[in-house]
């Protein structure tokens, strides 16, 4: 004779939840077949150590993965219905077999069951949510770190040359100014080579400033760095690189000190006001030696034939650097008029906006 289980039942919209009072159940095998639940286990149930089975027709199609559980005095079984739904009964039978009865335990009304799935999805709209707020703050907390990273570099290199070319101006004089290129340009290629990533933060939105002035100011310093003073050999000892050299860094040190503050909204007035201020009189002056290192590298370029562009001889012997230059030099004025009113409306707004704060 077929030994059946008390069997209790309890669902949801999406599932069929059945306990099986079988203490120390053993062999357990727990299949769906033809939408048929067939269990079969080894265990002690109502009739005593002995073996235990039972069938359920669904009254729906149920999926066929069937999950159960076993603990020391139940069996838990999760059946999955293949439609979301709330079943009136659990099986084809309008009359339930005597061995299945209601889990009052999991029991839900069709109302509860769903208040129950609302708040999951409220839980976990706020856990999803807690956890974009959390992917937020560590990236704000990468970005910052980075940024203040950065502008600390460029802080401390700008500073060394500042300092180290005023030092030796005041201790040797005039004969500073023609061995600059020897004793700065190390410390001066690192951080042009580095400034690069301003256009990078710019391009890609780490910070809210406009990319064609960021890559104007960068592109400018490094042909003159590299190609300039680097590429000429003759250009190395000539005054005009300890002006550039000096013109460049007295801008910088105010600059980015301003940025690292500004990676933890902190302002300093004086600092603010030097940084919306100082490059009026530095930044023409500062383009104005780099027009007069380019006019002076001119020459050198013809006479040295650097970097010209040979030509077919039924044509020409080649076209000379020096037309490049002198193409450069009217882009240099272009681009202080477009960077020069940049930073000026960035001034501007700076101020502006303090003004109706403080109103």
Known sequence: MTLTPLVYWAQRHEEI?????LIDAQNIQV???ENVLHFRAQGHGAKGENEYEFSLEFLLPVKPQVSHKSTQRQVNVTVRKQQRGWWE???TKERKPIFLAPDFDRWLEESDAEMEIREKEERKNRLK???NQENREYKICLKTG???IYNLVQFLGFSWIFVNMTVRLFIFGKDSLYDTFYTISDVMFFCQILAAVEVLNAAFGVVRTGVIPTLIQVVGRNFILFIIFGSLEEMHNKPVVFFVFYLWSAIEIFRYPFYMLGCFDTEWKILTWLRYTI???LYPL???AEAVAVIQSIPIFDETKLFSIPLPKAIGTSISFSHVL???LVLMFLGLFINFRHLYKQRKRRFRTKKRKAN
């Open 31 to 33: 299949h769906v077949h």
């Open 146 to 148: 980075f940024l203040f």
């Open 326 to 328: 002198h193409i450069y």
């Open 279 to 281: 490059w009026i009189p």
């Open 129 to 131: 949510a807690s956890r």
């Open 17 to 21: 939840y059945l306990r099986v009072e």
């Open 89 to 91: 009964r659990l099986t």
């Open 286 to 288: 500062g383009v104005l």
